[in-house]
Structures are given as C-alpha cells and as structure tokens.
C-alpha cells in the first residue's frame, strides 16, 4: 500500500500538484465571476432606480396633471427587470459558493491515490508500507514490512454510511 | 477535483487546521487516515494507531471510502478526554457529511467535535472508571 504524506515525499506529487492547481485556477476565476456579477447587478439596480427619480424631480405638479409618469421603457425596466435582477443575483450568491468545489466524492469509490495521512502533530513516523521509485516511467513497487503492532487499551467509535 | 478521489490542497490544510487546532486545546494528537483496508475495517484502525508514535495520546480517524466505513481510535490516555460516547457523535456528524460526498468537511467536522469534547477537563468523581 503506497503511502502520501502531506509535504510530499516519494511518489507523484507534481501532477497531483498540477492538477490541483489547475482546479483552483478553475474554481478562482468562478468566484472572480460571482463577484464581477454582484458588482454589475448592484450598479444596474442601483441605475434603474435612479433613472426614474431623475426624470420625476424635473417635472412639474400643479395640481392640473402635468406629470408625464413613466414611458414604456422605464416601467419594463423598473416592474421586470429589476426584479429579475435581484433573483438573479439571489441566486447567484446562493450557488455561488459551491460553484468552485467541483465534485464531490462519489460515494463506494476508492481512492486513486492510495492512502493518505493528514498528521500534522507528526506522530505517524515512518510507514510500514514504502514507495519506492525505481525510476522515471517505471512503475512503483511497494514494499511492505508487516509491522507488529498490539493494539493497547483503545476505544473509539465505528460507523458505516 | 477528479470527482473526489484524492483531497485537494485546500481541503488537506482545512484537515491540517482543523486537526492542529483540536491538539493544541486538547492536548491530543489528532490523525487523519484515508485508505483502503482490505477487510476488517476496525483491525485495520487499531493496527495503525497503534503503530503511531504516543498512541496513548492519540486519535485516529480512518476513512474507507471504498468499503464506507469510519473508525475513529483513542488511545488509553486520549479516550479520558474523549469518550466513545463522544466519539459516536463525532461519527454522526462526519457520516452525515459523508453521505453528500463530502469526505474533507465530514472529516473537519469530526475533528471540531472531538476536540471540543476533549476539552472538557476530566472531572474526577464522573471520569473515574
């Protein structure tokens, strides 16, 4: 069973590297969208609000009617498409976020990387089961040294999902 | 991601976070395994942790993610801290996460969870077997 530690050692680390810096590429410019979309959405509110104020504060009411009221245009752009503007961008900050995850793990698959630890406190040591690369393009061999381990006074908890 | 067969950067730090901030407050050491066990799931747990350096301040959370199972092993000293019954929970919230494909978060959880469980400072006339 190989064995990748965090830091990196024997192994492939550069095209899991790559990859994943591909996929933050990815996920960075969708977040740089979602903001970019914000920001456009809130200054074409913030216009199709204004727009009509602006027009209505040159008119003149004297009581005889004189008010010219909205045109067509404004009242589409204020009645319709302000609002869809503002589900758009509901949505968008819902969906946002989940926008640059990727997907998720396919629930029942194995990993393609073999085992990995996450032990910052450094307490795994070296493993029992060692990569060793014999050179460029060729296959890793495993080298396994059965450990012997007895299993002190532990506890814990099991679950399935 | 390559649907969620190896963690990413991020999610690796989030679990480093996660994990080192639950040992400073505890006191523990907290270890975070993905792997393969090839047949019993809980054998396979205890083997490794006891393989780990200071098991008996130990915790380590093994992920099958092909056989879907979640192990989560204390040390003799460290289930003082964290107990099986807050263990179980700990499982509770890591699987419900794990059913959505979320394994990193599930994990992140968990960690937060047994942390905060261990602490708590033992108190002598509830903790003493």
């Known amino acids: ?161 | 991601m390559p649907a969620g067969e190896r963690l990413t950067e991020r999610e690796r730090a989030a679990i480093e976070r996660a994990a080192t901030r639950s040992g400073a407050g505890t006191g523990l050491t907290f270890s975070v395994c993905f792997a393969d066990a090839s047949g019993d799931v809980r054998s396979h747990a205890r083997s490794l942790h006891a393989g780990l350096a200071d098991n008996e301040h130990a915790v380590l959370i093994f992920v099958d993610p092909a056989a879907r199972a979640l192990e989560i092993v204390t040390g003799g000293e460290a289930r003082r801290r964290v107990d099986e019954r807050a263990a179980t929970l700990a499982t509770l919230a890591m699987t419900s996460k794990f059913s959505v494909g979320d394994l990193a978060g599930g994990v992140v959880d968990g960690l937060q969870m047994l942390g905060e469980s261990g602490r708590r400072p033992p108190v002598l006339h509830t903790d003493s077997p």
């Open chain 1, 1 to 161: 069973m190989s064995a990748d530690r965090v830091g990196g050692e024997a192994g492939d680390p550069m095209a899991t590297l790559a990859s994943v810096r591909g996929q933050q590429n990815v996920s960075t410019a969708s977040r740089a969208f979602a903001r970019a979309a914000v920001v456009v959405g809130t200054a074409t509110i913030g216009a199709v609000l204004v727009v009509p104020a602006a027009t209505a504060s040159g008119s003149v009411v004297d009581g005889g009617g004189t008010d010219q009221g909205l045109t067509f245009v404004q009242t589409v752009l204020l009645y319709v498409a302000a609002p869809a503007v503002i589900f758009a961008l509901i949505v968008l900050l819902v969906v946002g976020p989940s926008l640059g995850k990727g997907p998720r793990h396919r629930t029942g698959a194995a990993l393609e990387t073999g085992p990995i630890w996450v032990d910052p406190a450094g307490v795994q040591g070296g493993p029992a089961d060692t990569v060793i690369p014999v050179g460029p393009g060729s296959a890793r061999q495993v080298r396994t040294e059965p450990r012997v381990t007895e299993p002190t006074d532990q506890g814990g908890a099991s679950a399935r999902w």
